[in-house]
């Protein structure tokens, strides 16, 4: 199967909308309750995406992957860091999603995701990037010490009634300016 990874455009909220929800449902149903997966919804995550769209960031990048027949199977964003100072991340540059269908999966699609993303940060002058990742999400984890994220602070939050651990992940960019 080829992948081509590109920018995203408009067009896209739908099948973006569409693996993340997806892409919540394969990968977590094994440490989130039921509960938390059946009340997703495409229309919810397509005006959350149509949000991304209505006010554009350059310094913020979208990639999707997506097969020959125009299927998007997987996405990845990231952008300067939201809260002030980046709150716990204390990062400049922040990993907002990636996500991949099972089907795509550990066949470079994430790696090549994520790369194009930290690649373009690094450009916009960002030294430092952060990111949330659930902390029984082992093989995101290894993911991300894979492409070297060094594992930090921890928090936890109430999702849809389940109390779940986050751990952060940080990357330091090569440019040093
Ligand atoms: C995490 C994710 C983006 C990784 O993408 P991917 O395309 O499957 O990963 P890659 O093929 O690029 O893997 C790169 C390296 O990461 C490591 N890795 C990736 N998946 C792994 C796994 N399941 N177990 C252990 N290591 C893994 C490996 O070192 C791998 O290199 P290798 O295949 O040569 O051994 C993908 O699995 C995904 O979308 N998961 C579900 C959503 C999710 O959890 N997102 C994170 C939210 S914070």
Same mark, same amino acid.
């Given at each position: 199967m080829?992948?081509?990874?590109?920018?995203?455009?408009?067009?896209?909220?739908?099948?973006?909308?569409?693996? !993340?929800?997806? &892409?919540?449902?394969?990968?977590?149903?094994? @440490?989130?309750r039921?509960?938390?997966?059946?009340?997703l919804?495409?229309?919810?995550?397509?005006?959350?995406?149509?949000? $991304?769209?209505?006010?554009p960031?350059?310094q913020?990048?979208?990639?999707?992957?997506?097969?020959? %027949?125009g299927?998007?199977?997987? @996405?990845?964003? *990231?952008?300067?860091?939201?809260?002030?100072?980046?709150?716990?991340?204390?990062?400049?540059?922040?990993?907002f $999603?990636?996500?991949?269908?099972?089907?795509?999966?550990?066949?470079?699609?994430?790696?090549?995701?994520?790369?194009?993303?930290? /690649? !373009?940060? /690094?450009? !916009? &002058?960002?030294? %430092? =990037? *952060?990111?949330?990742?659930?902390?029984?999400?082992?093989?995101?984890?290894?993911?991300?010490?894979?492409?070297?994220?060094?594992? &930090?602070?921890?928090? %936890?939050f109430?999702?849809? &009634?389940q109390? =779940?651990?986050?751990? $952060?992940?940080? @990357?330091?960019?090569?440019?040093?300016?």
């Amino acid at each position: 199967m080829t992948i081509r990874i590109r920018d995203a455009v408009e067009g896209d909220v739908e099948g973006i909308a569409r693996v !993340h929800v997806q &892409g919540w449902r394969e990968s977590y149903k094994d @440490f989130l309750r039921p509960e938390a997966l059946s009340g997703l919804s495409v229309e919810e995550r397509m005006r959350m995406w149509q949000g $991304a769209f209505a006010q554009p960031d350059p310094q913020a990048k979208l990639l999707v992957a997506e097969t020959a %027949s125009g299927e998007i199977v997987g @996405f990845a964003r *990231g952008g300067p860091v939201r809260g002030e100072n980046g709150g716990l991340l204390g990062t400049e540059a922040e990993i907002f $999603a990636i996500y991949l269908l099972d089907r795509v999966k550990r066949r470079g699609i994430g790696r090549t995701l994520m790369q194009g993303v930290l /690649d !373009h940060l /690094d450009q !916009h &002058g960002f030294r %430092s =990037v *952060g990111l949330w990742v659930l902390k029984d999400n082992l093989p995101a984890r290894r993911f991300y010490e894979a492409l070297g994220g060094q594992p &930090g602070p921890e928090q %936890s939050f109430d999702l849809r &009634g389940q109390m =779940v651990v986050e751990v $952060a992940y940080r @990357f330091e960019l090569k440019s040093q300016r």
